[in-house]
Nanobody, 125 residues
Framework: VQLQASGGGSVQAGGSLRLSCVAS????????IGWFRQAAGKGREFVAG????????RYADSVKGRFTISKDRAENTVWLQMNSLKPDDAAVYSC???????????????????WGQGTQVTVSS
């Protein structure tokens, strides 16, 4: 399984970015895909997650109403649309995947066994 995250950049507060995570290597029909972020000097934090098959999604409270996770299975891509960005959203964002992950555990980074490289998001005030 290979994951390729991209789309990061620098924006002003209130701006938007869309991150993408392209998955390859196998069928992902029973996978959960998660987005995590890690700010400088802090631990890794769950942002959003989705089942590859089906419509289930989950968001961290800090991003609800501002971020949207979606997917295009034909393109093997999971998107993270980030609107109304705040300086606190600045971090390195990574996508991760795990087959058969129990839905109640999707916010735990230790549950994932496939990680893409991170993409930097910078938000200036």
């Amino acid at each position: 399984v290979q994951l390729q995250a991209s789309g990061g950049g620098s924006v002003q507060a209130g701006g938007s970015l869309r991150l993408s995570c392209v998955a390859s290597g196998r069928s992902f029909s029973n996978y959960v895909i998660g987005w995590f972020r890690q700010a400088a000097g802090k631990g890794r934090e769950f942002v959003a997650g989705t089942r590859w098959s089906g419509g289930s999604t989950r968001y961290a409270d800090s991003v609800k109403g501002r971020f949207t996770i979606s997917k295009d299975r034909a393109e093997n891509t999971v998107w993270l649309q980030m609107n109304s960005l705040k300086p606190d959203d600045a971090a390195v964002y990574s996508c991760a995947a795990r087959a058969g992950l129990i839905w109640g555990r999707i916010s735990s980074d230790s549950e994932y066994d496939n990680w893409g490289q991170g993409t930097q998001v910078t938000v200036s005030s």
